[in-house]
């Protein structure tokens, strides 16, 4: 039987609030062996942290994002993880998610809530809620602080 954390995948959006889902499971993900699998998916929203990077080293939206993996790819390895990078483009977040979780046959599935309710989540959805619906696999929500 594996381990739960074995492959796990995590979205992120280059917003430090989507990479507390990283903090939240590394050391169990660390300490079983496993290994992660992070995915952006663009989607036509861009993080305003990610869109402020691009434009400040003019570079585009794809290669900030690029830049940004490769960024928490090398400093997962330095922390002793194994982590591969995904970048999607999806105009349905969850979808994308869902989808890269299959291609790597994921164990289970992490991703941090931005913690929107009532007009804000009618307005923006919920990714999370989306894929917590949809997931064929064991989904953790680290809720926004």
């Known amino acids: ?47 305003h942290a990610l869109g402020d990077y691009a434009e400040a080293e003019g570079i585009s939206v794809m290669e900030a994002a690029e ?9 997962l390895s330095n922390r002793g993880v194994e982590t591969t990078s995904r970048l999607v483009f999806d105009p349905v977040a969850a979808s994308g998610i869902l989808d890269v979780a299959d291609a790597v046959d994921a164990t289970a599935l992490v991703i941090a809530s931005h913690g929107r309710s009532g007009v804000g989540r009618w307005v923006m959805g919920s990714v999370a809620q989306k894929i917590v619906q949809a997931a064929k696999l064991p989904t953790l929500v680290i809720p926004a602080r």
């Open 1 to 47: 039987m594996s381990a739960l954390y074995e492959r796990t995948v995590i979205p992120v959006d280059g917003s430090k609030l989507a990479e507390m889902a990283i903090d939240a499971v590394y050391p169990i993900v660390r300490a079983q062996h496993g290994a992660l699998t992070l995915v952006m998916v663009l989607d036509g929203h861009v993080d």
């Open 67 to 75: 830049s940004y993996l490769d960024g928490l790819d090398k400093d």
